[in-house]
């Protein structure tokens, strides 16, 4: 072998180590997963990063933990030294208050959920929550509230359109008003974490809060997977593959519920009658945006079997899985060419249901309310 050809030949074979040290580094990149789980908004809040360099993982979840336990703390309605907490105290003595600007967002947001979906999401309600008491971590025990107590809050109206916000002083027009954002908190909050990731540089992460998921990038290779839990049995109904940015919100009252003589009674209120949602086990909203599928899953689960396609079609959600107590499948079409079954088929047949031509909002009391407000 000439000179000239030793040298052809090095160099070829420096050029392919090159290569495969370069495919090697960019498996090794992507094999990389960073976890971490903490316990906030009532729930398990797992956050996977797929692909980074651990020092970067980890100071980005580092950076979101903390960003969903200042959130935790600031918007708890019910534990003492919360901003919402402070909030709720100034509305029934009849005073305004000077908050945040990512609770003053995030009430503008909550007002104009509410009144696109009717009222039947409402966050003014927290007095009824109380008096249920599914503001706490674990379910209540005993009796349902006395019949009296319950129309005497209906009776109050708290609404979210009682809320005046100018800048980030916050008022109510109705010192019944209490709010709790249990309905979207979580959605709100993972919204604000994958927003704090993208700005920092991540991918591909999965943010999971008991179930509720917001995905960016891709597992890997692959979409990420989420199953659609099964309310009845263990297991799941389907699961659908998420594209970047999308996410998948389900409310349900096979969770937090506490029964007596015989009956349920679980933690999802219809603002209209002050008792419990029946008829309806499971609703899946599947989005772009967390707070909205979050509020849209509530309030589709109060409008119940019949008025549910026009609420969604009114929030602007276009995909929904609807599970009956008797359980029926209920599915939008945009929802149906979305869900796989787990085994060999879904456990029911899957009814299509189309959503009607959106109707223009109606105006909403108060000044501002109805503008969608950017978290």
């Known amino acids: 072998m000439t000179r000239t050809r030793r040298r052809q030949v ?45 020092e970067t993982a980890r100071a980005a979840t580092a950076a979101a933990g903390q960003l969903l336990q200042e959130l935790h703390r600031d918007w708890h309605a019910w534990q003492p030294g919360g901003t919402l907490g402070a909030l709720n105290a100034a509305i029934v ?56 107590e319950i129309a005497a809050l209906l009776a109050a109206r708290p609404r979210m359109t009682d809320l005046r916000l100018d800048g980030q002083t916050v008022r109510s027009t109705n010192p019944a008003v209490h709010l709790d954002l249990g309905g979207f908190a979580k959605g709100a909050a993972l919204d ?17 809060a008991g179930g509720d998921v917001n995905v960016m ?3 890997g290779d692959r979409p990420w997977r989420v199953a659609i839990r099964d309310p009845f049995v263990w297991g799941a109904v389907a699961a659908v593959s998420l594209a970047p940015g999308e996410v998948l919100y389900t409310s349900g009252n096979y969770e937090r519920y506490f029964e007596h003589e015989g009956e349920r009674f679980a933690h999802i209120l219809d603002p209209r009658t002050g008792y419990p949602v029946r008829q309806i086990v499971s609703v899946s909203v599947l989005d772009t945006d967390g707070a909205r599928a979050d ?22 959600v276009s995909a ?42 109606l105006a909403c009391a108060g000044p501002g309310v109805g503008r969608q407000a950017a978290l």
């Open 10 to 54: 090095g160099a070829g074979l420096s050029a392919l180590v090159a290569i495969l040290l370069l495919v090697t580094a960019q498996h090794m990149r992507q094999a990389q997963v960073h976890r971490e789980t903490l316990y906030v908004f009532g729930t398990l809040v797992e956050i996977e990063i797929r692909g980074e360099a651990p």
């Open 217 to 219: 990038g891709a597992h």
């Open 320 to 361: 929904v899985l609807m599970i009956t107590e008797s359980g029926a499948l209920l599915a939008t079409p945009d929802m149906a060419a979305r869900l796989a079954p787990v085994g060999a088929e879904l456990p029911a047949p899957l009814q299509i249901v189309p959503l009607p031509q959106a109707q223009p909002a």
């Open 93 to 148: 003595q009849g005073r305004a208050l000077r908050v945040d600007d990512r609770l003053a967002a995030v009430l503008r947001r909550g007002r104009d959920l509410s009144c696109a979906s009717g009222g039947l999401f409402d966050p003014a309600i927290g007095r009824l929550v109380g008096l249920w008491g599914f503001h706490a971590d674990m379910p209540p025990t005993g009796a349902p509230p006395e019949r009296a």
């Open 192 to 208: 604000m974490v994958a927003a704090d990731l993208r700005a920092r540089g991540i991918a591909n992460a999965v943010l999971n």
């Open 295 to 316: 509020a849209a899953a509530t309030a589709l689960s109060v409008a119940g079997p019949r008025d549910w396609p026009r609420v969604a079609a009114a929030m602007g």
